[in-house]
């Protein structure tokens, strides 16, 4: 069964930090894209980062210089970590794997981000 599992939300102040993982079964994890998406109260879903099967990484201007998503593909996973917290980064967070038209998505899991 495909899967992946996201893990390492919770409660953090602002300007402090957090490394989320997403820890993939069922899938040839090497082979994939992963991406990061980040869905705010209210709002869509939204990329945050994204990192090919070569390691090349993009990131949306909004996030540039906070927000580092990097993999092991050895360990099936991925990760993403988020520096100099804010409010705004309060939302779930989800991970996605997709190679050609095989798309996965996790669960998700909370950042709540306090004032």
């Known amino acids: 069964q495909e899967q992946l599992v996201e893990s390492g939300g919770g409660l953090v102040q602002a300007g402090g930090s957090l490394r989320l993982s997403c820890t993939a079964s069922?899938?040839?994890?090497?082979?994939?894209?992963i991406d990061w998406y980040r869905q705010q109260p209210g709002n869509k879903r939204d990329l945050v980062a994204s990192?090919?099967?070569?390691?090349?990484?993009n990131y949306p201007d909004s996030v540039k210089g906070r927000f580092t998503i990097s993999r092991d593909n050895a360990k099936s996973a991925a990760y993403l970590q988020i520096d100099s917290l804010e409010p705004e980064a309060t939302a779930i967070y989800y991970c996605k794997a997709t190679w050609f038209a095989r798309v996965v998505w996790g669960q998700g899991t909370q950042v709540t981000v306090s004032s």
């Open positions: 069922g899938i040839t994890f090497n082979i994939y894209t």
């Open positions: 990192i090919s099967r070569g390691g090349i990484t």
